[in-house]
């Protein structure tokens, strides 16, 4: 496993598989577009107008009611299951076919992040170059994290860590953690800490839970921008006690038994260069179809953790 973490050192070996097939997936996407131009393509503004459920309309509008979008849907989801099939049957080492898959999946991803960009910022700022130079900051800052040298960089991962707020393929994640959030928040105080009931009380429990949250009401993980909420209904109700990631926003169990800050600030990275639809597949994944560690987002979360034993060549 690659573990540079100096853009200094950038090479000629850090084009790589996944590098090529991330290159690839922007030219599936570009295609697509193309394809599809005759009825818009994948350009079409979304237009907020001051009315957030507008927003909300147009954005999952784009994957569900528009040809091209829905085609990206499909297409990643095939695209993720194959590469999740190619991890198992590797033990969850990375082959040459896992590194084209993963970078599939970044080309994607990234495209789609630039699109999004476009569509909504031009609209937002009534400027269609405001929506092209975002949205190529953020196609190209996704685009290379398929180059090895440049994804395990901490300036690199800062970067990208902070960015998934405003990135659009990532607030389908957020926005729910936000939500998540407010709740967990709102039921703790008002149940959880006047009845000092379990299932809404925010905190780590201060006898039977790991040093790293005990005693605390929240984490933060300045380095990748992503701030934990320790306790609360949102994080006790995960069945394994653990902690999950909804991008910028992590859930940590008040009892949980280890400490996940790392891996899930990982898949806070994972969000901005793979996207929402790979997120909840990798959710799916993980806990429904029941691959758990050696599923794909797992995997590639697990390289941010410098404990872990098994991950891909990602983030370290």
């Known amino acids: 496993m690659q573990t540079t973490t100096s853009l200094g050192r950038l090479g000629i070996k850090s084009f790589g598989p996944a590098f090529w097939g991330a290159g690839v997936g922007v030219v599936l996407v570009a295609f697509l577009h193309v394809l599809t ?3 818009g393509g994948l350009i079409v503004p979304i237009r907020a107008d001051g009315n957030i459920f507008n927003l909300i309309g147009g954005y999952f509008g784009f994957f569900f009611t528009r040809a091209p979008g829905l085609i990206v849907l499909i297409a990643t989801i095939v695209i993720y299951i194959v590469t999740t099939i190619s991890v198992q049957s590797n033990s969850g080492s990375e082959s040459d076919f896992t590194a084209v898959m993963r970078g599939l999946l970044i080309g994607i991803g990234s495209a789609l992040n630039g699109v999004l960009a476009f569509n909504i910022y031009s609209p937002a700022f009534g400027s269609d170059a405001a929506g092209i130079i975002i949205g190529l900051v953020l196609f190209v800052l996704g685009f290379i994290s398929s180059i090895g040298d440049v994804s395990q960089s901490e300036v690199y991962q800062g970067i990208i860590g902070w960015l998934c707020w405003i ?3 990532s607030w ?3 926005g729910v ?3 998540v959030l407010v709740i967990s928040i709102v039921f703790g105080l008002i149940i959880g800490w006047p009845f000092n009931v379990h299932l809404f009380r925010i905190g780590g429990d201060p006898t039977n ?3 790293s949250i005990r005693g605390k009401v929240a984490e933060a993980n300045w380095s990748t921008g992503t701030f934990f909420l320790i306790g609360g209904i949102g994080s006790n109700l995960n069945y394994a006690g653990t902690a999950y990631n909804m991008g910028n926003i992590g859930f940590i169990h008040r009892r949980a038994s280890g400490d996940y800050e790392e891996h899930e600030s990982g898949h806070n990275l994972n969000l901005f260069v793979f ?11 993980e806990n429904i179809i029941g691959f758990r560690h050696l599923a794909f987002t797992e995997m590639c979360a697990e390289s941010n953790d410098p404990g872990a ?3 891909l060549e990602m983030w370290a």
Do not use: E, N, Q, T
């Not at 996207?275 to 994944?285: E, N």
């Open 177 to 179: 953690g936000l939500v």
């Open 167 to 169: 990135a659009p393929m």
């Open 209 to 211: 839970s790991h040093s």
């Open 172 to 174: 389908a994640v957020v």
């Open 309 to 311: 034993s098994d991950a």
């Open 37 to 39: 131009s005759g009825s």
């Open 275 to 285: 996207g929402w639809i790979v997120h909840y597949i990798g959710a799916v994944d």
